[in-house]
């Protein structure tokens, strides 16, 4: 059983729609992060989150620990947004702490 | 900020052969290192932990003699695939975290193997 759920898995949006990727988990966490891969392959890492939310450009992530759920959002969404969205929690606090993932969301954005 | 660069991006080798593949952390020291396969519409599986200087933890049902890693300096650490079979044919990337103590993952680009 995984232990952090993502949904949906599958998103299509019109182009400027806002968009919303959520995430909860199962048990107490050091840290989530969401991250976004392009069909490619290659990752990279979008917020690293404890608490509250953060905000970089037209991205936000926010996290309640206490509903262990966490959310991302795209305002005006575009089509380079089009990827693969995964939530991953990490458990521990030591350096040599893995990661725990989603089953990630495939974005697509139509222009 | 932090760069892991991974080569090959592509690799395609016959069965039998071995391959590797190089994470190299760029502008920082990658005391961690992880490594993961990820299939096709699959999320990505956890391989094996190393640590610089000492051996590679791996996940159950990983055989270490074929997953061969070593993390010889805190910059640069390897996956050799031995033996390859076609069914070792995955996408591979490495992830590291900087030995100051931060919390950041940096992820590698990533290496598509063939093995035909």
């Known amino acids: 059983k995984n232990e952090v759920e993502q949904s949906p898995q599958n998103l299509t949006a019109q182009e400027g729609e806002f968009i919303t990727i959520n995430c909860s988990y199962s048990?107490?966490?050091?840290?989530l992060h969401w991250l976004q891969q392009h069909p490619g392959g290659g990752i990279v890492s979008l917020f690293m989150?404890?608490?509250g939310k953060k905000k970089h450009g037209r991205l936000i992530a926010t996290i309640n620990i206490q509903e262990k759920h966490s959310s991302l959002h795209i305002t005006a969404s575009h089509p380079r947004d089009s990827a693969v969205y995964i939530c991953?929690?990490?458990?521990?606090?030591?350096?040599?702490?893995?990661?725990?993932f989603g089953e990630g969301t495939q974005l697509t954005v139509n222009p | 900020g932090a760069v892991v660069s991974q080569h090959p991006s592509r690799v395609i080798c016959k069965s039998g052969t071995s391959v590797k593949i190089e994470c190299r952390s760029l502008?920082?020291?990658?005391?961690?290192m992880f490594w993961y396969r990820q299939f096709p519409k699959q999320s990505l599986m956890l391989m094996a932990t190393?640590?610089?200087?000492?051996?590679?933890?791996?996940e159950q049902g990983v055989e270490k003699d074929k997953f061969l890693i070593n993390h010889a300096s805190l910059t640069l650490s390897t996956l050799t695939v031995t033996s390859a079979h076609p069914e070792d044919s995955s996408f591979y990337i490495c992830?590291?975290?900087?030995?100051?103590?931060?919390?950041?993952?940096?992820f590698g680009s990533g290496t598509r193997l063939t093995v035909v």
């Open positions: 992830s590291a975290r900087d030995g100051s103590g931060g919390y950041g993952y940096t």
């Open positions: 048990v107490g966490i050091s840290a």
């Open positions: 989150l404890s608490s």
């Open positions: 991953a929690v990490r458990f521990g606090e030591t350096s040599g702490s893995r990661l725990t």
């Open positions: 502008d920082f020291q990658a005391t961690t």
């Open positions: 190393s640590n610089e200087g000492s051996k590679a933890t791996y």
